[in-house]
Structure formats: structure tokens, C-alpha cells
């Protein structure tokens, strides 16, 4: 089932919390909401779910404006952090109770209620568990079968609220592999909020990054990793180091250093020079291409790489961090070297 999110915004006490998000998301769409904090991904996801009004805008789920109809009428799954299970009923009737409040016309019997629930069960590999109660069970089983739980209504629309949240690393790898594996199996169209990077880039086919209530960029993993279309995305998905440069027509400038960029950037003037650790070259000698001189202050082994703490020689104040390959031809990078770094690759901002 598509949704459109069409122009929503919403006010909580006079302060708008989401402007003017508009998305479109077609059937079967895996979709992460990824932002910091307080972005407002959660109140969007809960508006999706029904669970909230918008203040303003529309909000259409298979070309029918939904504004006016129940949560409970939108047949859509959710899955919480916190997973949510009944304590007093056992895995089989958590996982069977949204078949069993179907109106009575509509209840299939409680054999075949419970015949599904084990088939979903057996699915995410807990029909050994089924007669254990919630307290029974570790963080990562308990979320497998709240997913289970929401699949059983055979939602059209699945929603997941940092599903993965409250669980170590681990599990959490374990359980998007299942996300990912339900997902093609039950074929829902799927929203979830995550502020984990790695996580959205991993489960999801678009990424919406979010910040202050609006969306910063709408885009594939890809698309998004390769060419963030706004400082903030940039920042935000990776570690980087900022240096301020200067643009004379072809020229680049920082500090007393330049070279030629071979093409007129759009941006003239002052500029702010954004550079991941990985993607800034350092080479033991100076050339017209590598003529930043640093020294090396810090140097951590981390198996396949080397990071570096580097203090640029007069040309900006502050340190950077250089990742460096254990098979790159620098060789072993070691305390108090003197090298250069190449100012090529770096994005730009005004
Ligand atoms: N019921 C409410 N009444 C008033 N303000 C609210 C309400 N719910 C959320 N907010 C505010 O709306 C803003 C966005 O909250 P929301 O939970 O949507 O953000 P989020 O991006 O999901 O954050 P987090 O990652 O911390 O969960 C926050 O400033 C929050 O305080």
C-alpha cells in the first residue's frame, strides 16, 4: 500500500514540531526516518500510524485521505522499542492477539488462530517458545516476537519506532537481518525510525533525513552517502574534519597554500572545506597536489586501518583526523613525522 505524505505539519503548543513534510512512498518501500533527537521522526511515524492528528497538510494511504479514520481502522502493524508484549498472555496468544480482536464475522477459529501464530512463530524461529511468557525471554527473542505479533494481522503498512533500540549490538545486527528477510517474505510496505546510521543504511531502500522538522534530503544509501545535498547530512553521517578555505576563480586557497581546481566552482569567496578522514590524502612528501604539511600527534592501530591525530603546520588551528589504510603504500605511520596532506576531495560549502 503507498502513503503520501503530503505537505503535513504539526504544532504541539504553538511550536511547530514538523513543517511542510512531504514524501511519497511507493508499495513495498522499506523507508528509514533518520535524524537526531527531538527531529520529529517519531511524531511523523505516529501521525503515519493515526496515533496523532497533523495540523495541517494531508495524509493519503492508498490514494484515500486518512485524516479523519481510527488507528485502529488503518490496519497498520507497530513495533516499539520497548516491545510491548502482554505480560500475563504466553508468546502463541501475544502473537495471536490482534487475529483474536477481529470482529466476530471476520475471526477465523481459535484452531486456525493459533495454526497462524505458530506458522509466524516458527517463521522468526520462537515456536519452541510459544508457551514461555515475555519475562521468559532474552531482549532480542521478545522483539522477534513483537514482530511477529504485528505481522499477524498481515498489515498492509508495518511501522517500527527504533525498533532495535533497546538492544546490544550484536542482537541488533541479528534482528536486521530478520527486518530485511520479513520484509521480501511479507512484502508490507515498511516506515521506521532509527537514529543509527549504519542501521538505515543497512535495511532501508530510501532514507529520509530529518532535522528541526524538516526533511534535510530524501534519498537511496547511496545516493545519500555519495552526495548529501546539505552540510548538515554531510555531518551528520559521518565523522568529518572542517577547514576554511578561500575560492578565486579556479583557485583554491587555504592558508598560505593553493592549487588549481581546474573548474570554476559555484561557490566564490570564503569557503568551508568539509573532508572525511578517509577521503584526505597523506603522502611523506610535498607535492603540487599533497602541499598541506601536518605532523602526526597520535597514531591508533585499529586492524585494518590506522588512525591519526595530525597538527596542520600554519595553515589551520585545529587537529585533524586522517584514517589510514594498513595496506596503503604510506607504510607505518609513526609519532612526530612530518607529511602532507592533499586537499583534493573535499566538499564544498559557503
Ligand atoms: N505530545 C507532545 N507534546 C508536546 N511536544 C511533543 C509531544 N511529542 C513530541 N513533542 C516534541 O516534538 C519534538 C519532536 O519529537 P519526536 O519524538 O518526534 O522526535 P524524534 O526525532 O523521534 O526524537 P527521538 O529520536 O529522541 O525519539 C520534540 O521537541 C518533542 O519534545
Redesign the pocket.
Known sequence: MNIEIDKISKV??H?K??TNISINIKSGEMIA?L????????????IIAGL?SHSSGYLRLKGQDVGGVSARDRRVGFVFQNYALFRHMTVLDNVSFGIRMLPRHKRPSRYIIDKKAMQLLSIVQLDHLANRYPSQLSGGQKQRVALARALAIEPKILLL??PFGALDTQVRKELRRWIRNLHQEFKFTGVF?T?DQEEAMEIANRIVI?NH?VIEQIGTPEDIWCVPSTRFVFEFLSEINCVIGMICGTELFIGPYYWNLSYIPKVQGEVELFFRPWEMEIRKEFSIFSPLPVKIINVSFHGYYWQLSVEPLGWHHDLLTIILGVKDSFGIPEFGMYCYLSGRNAKLYS
Open positions: 504541539f503548543n511550536r514540531i514538523l526516518l535524524g537526531p533527537s527531538g527531529s520529529g521522526k517519531t511524531t511523523l511515524l505516529r496523532e519506532d527504533e525510525v537514529h530529518m522538522g
